[in-house]
């Protein structure tokens, strides 16, 4: 079964630094991988999701992250943040079988941008 | 409707009472997932169905709760003789079909068990 490991439950940034939030998963077979954003006070929304073709996706507000098969890793990059990227971050992966599968989500990465 | 709606909103039950969520999907979402999100333990997934059969039912942490879906739309998730341990938001999510790629969420249900 697949699971989601996000190491960091909280970071904090400088607003116009570079931001990294990692994410790593477990997977015996190839998988759908996805970034959620929860906004404060507000519901989960998809930031970006790889399903095939290039590893480097690109999602909204500026977000992208690159998949690495070799490294189970789906790590999400932002080069410059702003105030309002202060969110919780979800990870979360899908095994891809022939017939439905589950979406695993991980425990989320509290970003909080100082100015 | 044009999103995910979930009711109640806000829910207080004394502990040993049962409870009913309910979760209307976007019309046309062949998938639908229910979730529970406690503070700092992130998303913990229950239960999901594909139309009104429910492949994948591992998550759902005891007997004592279940979930079904009828007519392949509105889904009722049941907790029975509560616990102050079951606390927490409830989220339910659907998608167009079942090759996930995109989940939309509803607002939750805030579940208080005292």
């Known amino acids: 079964a697949q699971s989601v490991t996000q190491l960091d439950s909280q970071v904090p940034v400088f607003e116009e630094a570079p931001v990294e939030l990692r994410c790593n998963y477990s997977?015996?077979?190839?998988?759908?991988l996805f970034w959620y954003v929860q906004y404060p006070n507000q519901g989960l929304q998809l930031l970006l999701k790889y399903l095939s073709g290039s590893t480097l996706v690109k999602g909204i507000n500026g977000f992208e992250a690159e998949f690495n098969k070799s490294q189970t890793s789906f790590h999400l990059r932002k080069p410059s943040v702003h105030i309002s990227d202060t969110a919780e971050y979800f990870c979360?992966?899908?095994?891809?079988?022939?017939?439905?599968?589950?979406?695993?989500f991980g425990s989320g990465t509290r970003l909080s941008i100082r100015p | 409707g044009a999103g995910v709606s979930q009711s109640p909103s806000n829910k207080v039950t004394e502990k040993g009472k049962d409870v009913e969520l309910r979760c209307d999907p976007i019309?046309?979402?062949?998938?639908l997932y229910w979730y529970r999100q406690s503070l700092g333990q992130g998303l913990e997934f229950l239960i999901y169905?594909?139309?009104?059969?429910?492949?994948?039912k591992s998550g759902l942490p005891s007997d004592r709760f279940s979930a079904e879906r009828t007519g392949g739309s509105v889904s009722t998730l049941t907790i029975q003789r509560t616990q102050q341990e079951d606390s927490a938001v409830y989220l339910c999510?659907?998608?167009?079909?079942?090759?996930?790629?995109?989940?939309?969420f509803g607002s939750g249900t805030q579940l208080s068990v005292l």
């Open positions: 169905f594909q139309g009104n059969s429910a492949p994948d």
């Open positions: 997977s015996s077979v190839s998988v759908y």
């Open positions: 999510a659907s998608s167009l079909s079942y090759r996930n790629e995109k989940l939309f």
């Open positions: 979360a992966v899908s095994e891809l079988h022939s017939s439905a599968s589950k979406i695993i």
């Open positions: 019309s046309g979402h062949t998938a």
